[in-house]
């Protein structure tokens, strides 16, 4: 049986659920294949404030946001899947925003290569494992996860699910979210990075020209 994560473990603060996540494993079954990627970047939400779907107010297509924690919300973004789990709290939620492929004895090189076929460039090309799922619609193309097949959905073992197979950053880097528009608490830092994947989100937080302790801060795990 794998290490999946509980229901609980998704009932907790956006923030704190949003740094967790970043290094656990989702798995996704397609086929007899299992298309697994670690989680590397991740954005808080929160009913309360601007940025969030929910502060619009509760509607049949937001139920799941308003939901326990550890259901799955998913919503169509530029026409892309994009997928979020809800966390402690009506309206809250965590966007799993990026991600990086993940090979081991259930998800192999096969998986890879269907994540791959599942996800090409705009010219048809295959996609580097770096660029596959940098960006939550990438993500979900790659893992195929689909709108209709998962909005408002618990878990499931025998299909979907989130494992904890003890990956930890060593560092965590907290920014502002990506795509929230002026006036709508664009300022707030609830984007969560994993920072030695850092190059492979969907913005790099430490690209040229960005400075700790203004555009964002690191903290090392364990201290």
């Not at 923030?15 to 079954?29: E, F, N, S, V």
């Not at 049949?60 to 919503?75: P, T, V």
């Not at 993500?139 to 990956?167: H, I, M, T």
């Amino acid at each position: 049986m794998p290490n999946a994560l509980p229901d609980e473990f998704f009932n907790r603060d956006a923030q704190i659920l949003a740094r967790g996540l970043l290094g656990k494993i989702i798995r996704h079954k397609v086929g007899e294949l299992w298309l697994s990627a670690r989680i590397i970047e991740t954005e808080a939400y929160y009913c309360a404030e601007r940025g969030s779907h929910a502060s619009l107010g509760y509607t049949e297509k937001r139920r799941a946001l308003f939901l326990d924690g550890g259901h799955i919300y998913m919503y169509y973004s530029r026409g892309g899947d994009s997928l979020n789990f809800s966390a402690e709290g009506p309206g809250n939620a965590v966007l799993i925003k990026s991600a990086y492929p993940w090979l081991d004895a259930l998800s192999d090189a096969n998986s890879l290569a269907q994540m791959q076929l599942n996800n090409p460039d705009a010219s048809g090309a295959m996609r580097t494992p770096q660029r596959l799922c940098a960006g939550q619609t990438l993500l979900c193309k790659a893992l195929g996860l689909k709108v209709p097949d998962w909005d408002a959905r618990r878990f499931d073992l025998q299909r979907l699910y989130v494992e904890d197979v003890g990956l930890m950053p060593t560092a965590i880097i907290q920014t502002t979210r990506l795509g929230i528009p002026a006036g709508r608490d664009e300022h707030l830092m609830y984007r969560f990075v994993d920072a030695d994947h850092a190059a492979f989100c969907t913005r790099n937080p430490l690209r040229r020209g960005q400075v700790e302790g203004r555009d964002y801060f690191l903290t090392v795990q364990g201290n």
